[in-house]
């Protein structure tokens, strides 16, 4: 999530109409005129809707004090080329210019901008899942992690925030102790190209659309260079509780994605083991976003943005149980 304050900085710009004269300076990139794209969220990125006569689309972009362009041009080549091999991702749109990804000076600075294809079809939540859905959404990351298996892109690399918790949490030895006994874990598991390579990084419900019993993804934000369980691990975030097992309610669903995803490529045991490491090693990493996100209370705090602050308050501490309840079972 990008810091509150550049959030907030944006949504300031956002008119009852959701239109924003920052958005229509980066969707000109793209020859939309002004007022076309309309503000939908802002959390990894700057989301706005852009109605379209081919259907719609998402405009999608990020200040360069948050994140440069490398990154951003990294994620857009590899949607672009999972799209043309046939995988079940959307596809980027190029701007006039050509290129998939734009850097836009704006009224609030640089913005590192991509245009991409609305996903077809309707988002599930864990709660609409049956036996044949969950088998499918772990058969469809299998196959997006079959197709990521022979791209390189200049990704960054997953878990790199657990070298930063023992100075950022200096003041809290127990979450540290554990955020290192995991590090340590990882840092000793293997990284042949059977168990390692690029991942999508968030293949939550959220991020996939279902048209037909198939799931398009989106949302390539937190793509990177890492262990396919830890994909697995993340992905599955909503059917684990505080010990970084699956629930009694989600068993089965749990079950069922593991079975759907060996139906498309291996998953050792061990690495079906290593869920729990991954589980609290993600929920480590999330405080450290999380504190990046919050930075300091301002003096003028709009509303919505104190009941933010709050919930990714709550957030952090439920991360912080689960580092540690994993720490203390690896």
Same mark, same amino acid.
């Given at each position: ?7 907030d900085?944006?949504? !300031? ?95 609030l ?18 709660? +609409?899942?049956?036996?044949?859905r ?5 058969a469809?990351?299998?196959?997006? &992690? ?10 960054? =690399? ?8 023992? +100075?950022?949490?200096?003041? +809290? ?11 340590a874990?990882?840092?000793?598991l ?8 690029i991942? &999508? ?19 390539? %934000? ?68 999380? %504190? ?14 104190? +009941?933010?602050r709050?919930d990714?308050?709550?957030?952090? !501490?439920? &991360?912080? =149980? ?9």
């Open positions: 999530m990008m810091p509150l304050i550049e959030i900085r944006l949504k !300031r710009t956002v008119t009852p109409a959701w239109e924003s004269p920052v958005a229509d300076q980066v969707a000109a990139a793209w020859g939309y005129p002004a007022g076309t794209a309309k503000w939908w969220r802002s959390s990894a990125a700057h989301v706005f809707v852009l109605p379209d006569p081919d259907g719609k689309r998402y405009l999608r972009f990020v200040p360069d004090a948050y994140l440069c362009a490398g990154p951003v041009a990294a994620m857009s080549s590899l949607m672009d080329r999972l799209a043309t091999e046939g995988a079940a991702v959307v596809r980027p749109v190029p701007a006039r210019a050509g290129t998939l990804t734009v850097t836009v000076p704006t009224a600075g640089p913005m590192h901008a991509m245009v991409v294809e609305a996903a077809p079809g309707e988002q599930l939540d864990a709660e +609409d899942l049956d036996e044949n969950a088998r499918a959404w772990g469809a990351l299998a196959a997006l &992690h079959e197709s990521t298996a022979a791209i390189d892109a200049a990704l960054p =690399e997953a878990f790199t925030e657990l070298a930063a918790i023992p +100075d950022r949490f200096a003041h +809290d030895p127990e979450f540290v102790k554990a955020a290192s006994r995991l590090a874990r990882i840092a000793g293997p990284r042949d190209s059977a168990q390692f390579g991942v &999508h990084g968030d293949f939550e419900l959220d991020n996939l659309a279902w048209d037909a019993g198939k799931a398009t993804a989106f949302d390539f %934000d937190e793509a990177a260079h890492s262990w396919y369980a830890a994909d697995i691990a993340y992905a599955v975030r909503d059917l684990i509780g505080p010990a970084g097992l699956p629930t009694a309610e989600h068993r089965r669903s749990f079950d069922e994605f593991i079975a759907g995803y060996r139906s498309v490529r291996p998953l050792g045991d061990t690495e079906l083991a290593d869920l729990r490491l991954f589980a609290g090693a993600h929920a480590a990493c999330s405080l450290i976003r999380i %504190d990046n996100a919050l930075g300091t209370v301002g003096d003028d705090e709009p509303e919505w943005m104190a +009941d933010l709050a990714l308050t709550a957030m952090a !501490r439920s &991360h912080r =149980e689960l580092a540690i309840t994993a720490a203390e079972a690896v």
